[in-house]
């Protein structure tokens, strides 16, 4: 009897009503505007794109500096962000929504491009620094901490070191990099349900290798 008991303390605490208090943001990281469309910088972006399609949410709303729509990912309510402050503000965004659902930072994923890992590569971590990323610079610096998970997506190296790290990230994809990136969005979506169903453990086992 006690077993029953504890699955429904884990379901209950797992699960969110529909329409119910937003709990968590889903960040995706870019640059506004239609001359960033498909760049490598915007790969954020275009992750919450996909992620919210699949979720039947649409990100048209303007509010909290940003695009976003609130909809149920891993049975929680979720708030889906797209900030609209230029990448090197993302923070602001970010700090405002956090402030009016009073959401910690440990419920606060970000997605971004990370120009360390090739295009189809992800990697998960629970926390940590910047790494030279000024999206995540600014988000650290705007809610004063460092513990939030981040979704790091490959977008390649550069091709040469004397080329302008700025020119590479503002590049735009080939078709072949899209190609593997759309199916790369479908592991990225499982990583953000998994952190939200509360296993970060299992997120990190899968999505790290």
């Given at each position: ?69 609130e ?13 609209q402050?230029?990448?090197n ?22 997605m ?20 030279g ?77």
């Amino acid at each position: 009897m006690s077993d029953i008991f504890d699955l429904f303390k884990k379901i209950g605490s797992t699960s969110a009503a529909p329409g119910g208090k937003v709990t968590h943001l889903l960040v995706g990281l870019g640059n506004p505007g239609a001359q960033y469309a498909f760049t490598r910088h915007n790969t954020g972006f275009m992750a919450l794109d996909f992620i919210a399609e699949k979720c039947g949410v649409k990100t048209e709303k303007a509010k909290y500096k940003s695009l976003c729509g609130e909809g149920e990912l891993g049975g929680r309510r979720v708030l889906f962000m797209k900030p609209q402050t230029y990448m090197n503000l993302s923070g602001e965004a970010v700090a405002a929504a956090a402030d009016f659902y009073k959401i910690p930072p440990e419920n606060i994923i970000v997605m971004s491009d990370d120009i360390s890992f090739d295009v189809g590569v992800m990697r998960l971590r629970r926390s940590g620094s910047a790494g030279g990323h000024n999206g995540l610079k600014s988000i650290i610096a705007c809610l004063g901490s460092e513990n939030f998970p981040r979704i790091k997506i490959g977008v390649g190296k550069k091709p040469t070191p004397e080329m302008d790290l700025a020119d590479f990230v503002l590049g735009k994809y080939s078709d072949a990099d899209k190609k593997t990136l759309h199916s790369l969005f479908e592991k990225v979506y499982h990583c953000a349900e998994d952190i939200l169903l509360g296993d970060m453990e299992k997120a990190m086992n899968l999505y790290n290798g």
